[in-house]
């Protein structure tokens, strides 16, 4: 079933399935984040409202969208992978609100936000920002990093873990976090191949192991790499805000559903950090059923939606622009003499 709705799906229905998926998706989070999963088990979101948590509008996203459409715009702006451009909107954000759904911040991770500061005040490179601390391995790079996924196709693999890690930094730089970007980077690239959610996953983990079998951390995502996740029962998933929980909570979801909607709603009603394990999952949903895989009573919610197009529109114009020149499909630009 998954592979014939990728045959129906073509690469811009992908790009803006998996970018406004992973927004869609942490708006529908918004209003019961913290909320333990108990008190969802007897109040279950079922569709797109609003207030609750943070008293936002419906269709409101959070920061992790906030920063996730930051990257886009660096990517289509630079037309290439700028994390000192990346951290300047993140810092933007962190000030003044930009790139928010209604001009104010109301959301922010506090590794996220000591970094931030640390790359404002302290004159640090933006991949150096990042903190190190095994403390400091929240979600804040993964919720993110997606975009990533559609800058780096083609490249190979060692230069796409450098990006990936490069990206990561500038907020967490601890191995855990950069491997938990890679990872999810890597599952990203085999769904926009045309696979389904279990081949995507056994086959990214078949390459992580190989290209990281020294790595410190590889122990640490054992469940997520073995292959048996689906096999868990909903006890067994946490949701709150630590990385490992996220991307073993997400990719359960991707892997024991079979429509968007169905994920997007199997990872909120998880409870606890809702927006960022809905946004993590809703982005790979989004590449795996398509843009008209989403609900579009959830779209037509979303702030600033058009905006947003239009920015995955250039997005994807650069991606396109790129693409030609490295396969000889026009003359490359010539350089003055």
């Known amino acids: 079933m998954q592979d014939k709705l990728h045959t129906a799906n073509g690469p811009q229905s992908r790009l803006n399935g998996a970018l406004l998926g992973l927004t869609a998706a942490d708006a529908l989070g918004v209003p019961v984040e913290f909320r333990p999963r108990t008190y969802l088990d007897a109040n279950p979101v079922a569709d797109m409202f609003g207030y609750g948590t943070y008293n936002q509008p419906p269709g409101t996203w959070s920061d992790d969208s906030t920063m ?18 990346m951290a300047g909107r993140f810092v933007r954000w962190l000030t003044s609100g930009y790139m928010t759904p209604h001009g104010e911040l109301f959301d922010i991770g506090n590794a996220t936000r000591e970094a931030l500061e640390r790359y404002r005040t302290e004159a640090v490179w933006a991949r150096f920002a990042g903190l190190e601390r095994e403390s400091s391995n929240g979600n804040g790079s993964l919720m993110r990093i997606l975009p990533m996924a559609f800058y780096v196709r083609g490249m190979e693999a060692a230069e796409r873990d450098r990006l990936a890690a490069e990206v990561s930094s500038i907020t967490h730089r601890h191995p855990r976090s950069i491997l938990a970007c890679q990872i999810y980077v890597e599952i990203a690239l085999r769904l ?29 995502f054992e469940r997520v790499l073995n292959g048996s996740l689906a096999e868990l029962k909903r006890e067994d998933i946490r949701s709150g805000g630590y990385v490992v929980d996220t991307l073993e909570a997400a990719l359960w979801c991707l892997l024991t559903t079979s429509s968007y909607r169905e994920a997007a709603l199997k990872a909120v009603n998880l409870g ?62 010539s350089e003055p003499e």
């Open 68 to 85: 996730m459409w930051c990257t886009v715009e660096s990517l289509a702006l630079q037309k290439e992978c700028d994390t000192e451009d």
């Open 192 to 220: 926009l191949d045309g696979r389904s959610a279990g081949q995507a996953c056994l086959e990214a983990a078949a390459a992580v192991r190989e290209r990281h079998a020294d790595h410190p951390e590889l122990e640490t």
């Open 272 to 333: 606890e950090d809702t927006d960022t394990t809905g946004a993590v999952v809703g982005g790979l949903a989004g590449i795996l059923y398509g843009e008209t895989g989403i609900p579009a009573e959830w779209l037509s919610q979303l702030a600033k939606l058009n905006e947003l197009r239009a920015l995955g529109g250039r997005f994807s114009s650069m991606l396109a622009e790129r693409d030609a020149d490295m396969s000889g499909q026009r003359p490359a630009r």
